[in-house]
Structures are given as structure tokens and as C-alpha cells.
T-cell receptor, first 114, second 114 residues
Framework: NAGVTQTPKFQVLKTGQSMTLQCAQD?????MYWYRQDPGMGLRLIYY???????DKGEVPNGYNVSRLNKREFSLRLESAAPSQTSVYFC?????????????FGSGTRLTVV | AQSVAQPEDQVNVAEGNPLTVKCTYS??????LFWYVQYPNRGLQFLLK??????LVKGSYGFEAEFNKSQTSFHLKKPSALVSDSALYFC????????????FGDGTTLTVKP
């Protein structure tokens, strides 16, 4: 099925460990986004990529890095995980950064940092 | 800066009754508004959007939303609720000046009781 695929679905890390969350879309979308979802706080933008070859910080970028590997793939890296990064992470894509388009979301990665 | 408020954390309705999930927004230019639904352990799914034109927009699963510019509101509605509508609903506004980033509300949990 066409859509946004995130891996892994679940992950437990120890404080200080690193990991990369993978995201791939097969809809030929130009724009991709990483959000984190915390109870009572909605979704907060971490990083985004308006088009292949560009990335920019969102609302809460500290402790994260991203790579837009190609048009399909947009990865999120935690270099040294902290308990405050325990969250559910969603990748989303959009046909364009033009406002007429909605987002397609992946099913999320539930990350626990102990 | 743009913002979205969902004033109700929880909305409870009986099956067959009409439902309303409220959303108000703040933007400096023209508003581009979206509703998404999230079922347990799933990513968000696009429901409907307002870009321009008719103030009443129709979307998936029988939902509709009414745009009111004077009240800066974009309430989600359905004439007859189903138990299967029970989920978490997010209102979002998309920024037409900065890479199409979306700002999400904190979400409203809708519970439809038989």
C-alpha cells in the first residue's frame, strides 16, 4: 500500500545511546516532516525538509539531527538519547510545501529512553 | 506566529446524536485549516481541509467543518455520531509563508457511547 513507512515501531534506549529513526514515502512527495507527540501537547515539529536537498529546524530541534537521503527517505537521528526524548515520533509527507495539501502520516515510532 | 486552540480535551456524545469538536485559530494572513483523526496506536489521518471558497467543507466518514472568519473558528461536525468515530481529533493550521509547516492543536478525545 502506498504511504509513509516508519521503522522501527518500538524502541527502548538507554540514556546516552544513539539511534536513527527511518522514514520512507512512495508517493513522490516533495516535503517531509518529523513530529513528536507527547500527552496533552499535541504534535510538535522537530525538523522538516521542504524539498530534496533542504532541511530546516522546527519548534523542538535540540538533541536531534536529520538527513534527507533522497526524495523518498528522511531520517531522524538521536545522537545521545535522554529521558526527555521519550515520545511517539511521527514522520509525515506532503506533495508540496504549498498550503493546499494535507499531510500523510506514518504509523509512528514509540521510543522509550531509560 | 500562528496557533491553534482546541478548548475541550474531551467530548462525549451518544450514538446517533450530532457532534461538534471545536477549534479556533490565529494567523496573520489567510488561514489554511485542516482536521486529522488518530485512532489508537495509529498515525494521523487527513479528514478535511479549508483553503478557500465555501465556508462549509465536507470530508471523509461523513464529517464536515464550518469555517467562520469573524469568530476565527473551524469546528468539526457530524450530524449523527457512530461508536466507531471515537478517536483523537486534531485541528491544524498551515503556514503559507514558511515551507508549509503545520501547527497542531493539543487534540480532543471524542467518545461516542452506544
Amino acid at each position: 500500500n502506498a504511504g509513509v513507512t516508519q521503522t522501527p515501531k518500538f524502541q527502548v534506549l538507554k540514556t546516552g545511546q544513539s539511534m536513527t529513526l527511518q522514514c520512507a514515502q512512495d508517493m513522490n512527495h516533495n516535503s517531509m516532516y518529523w513530529y513528536r507527540q507527547d500527552p496533552g501537547m499535541g504534535l510538535r515539529l522537530i525538523y522538516y525538509s521542504a524539498s530534496e536537498g533542504t532541511t530546516d529546524k522546527g519548534e523542538v530541534p535540540n538533541g536531534y539531527n536529520v538527513s534527507r537521503l533522497n526524495k523518498r527517505e528522511f531520517s531522524l537521528r538521536l545522537e545521545s538519547a535522554a529521558p526527555s526524548q521519550t515520545s511517539v515520533y511521527f514522520c509525515a509527507s506532503s506533495e508540496s510545501d504549498r498550503v493546499a495539501y494535507g499531510y500523510t502520516f506514518g504509523s509512528g515510532t514509540r521510543l522509550t529512553v531509560v | 506566529a500562528q496557533s491553534v486552540a482546541q478548548p475541550e480535551d474531551q467530548v462525549n456524545v451518544a450514538e446517533g446524536n450530532p457532534l461538534t469538536v471545536k477549534c479556533t485559530y490565529s494567523v496573520s494572513g489567510n488561514p489554511y485549516l485542516f482536521w486529522y483523526v488518530q485512532y489508537p496506536n495509529r498515525g494521523l489521518q487527513f479528514l478535511l481541509k479549508y483553503i478557500t471558497g465555501d465556508n462549509l467543507v465536507k470530508g471523509s466518514y461523513g464529517f464536515e467543518a464550518e469555517f467562520n472568519k469573524s469568530q476565527t473558528s473551524f469546528h468539526l461536525k457530524k450530524p449523527s455520531a457512530l461508536v466507531s468515530d471515537s478517536a483523537l481529533y486534531f485541528c491544524a493550521v498551515r503556514d503559507n509563508t514558511n515551507a508549509g509547516k503545520s501547527t497542531f492543536g493539543d487534540g480532543t478525545t471524542l467518545t461516542v457511547k452506544p
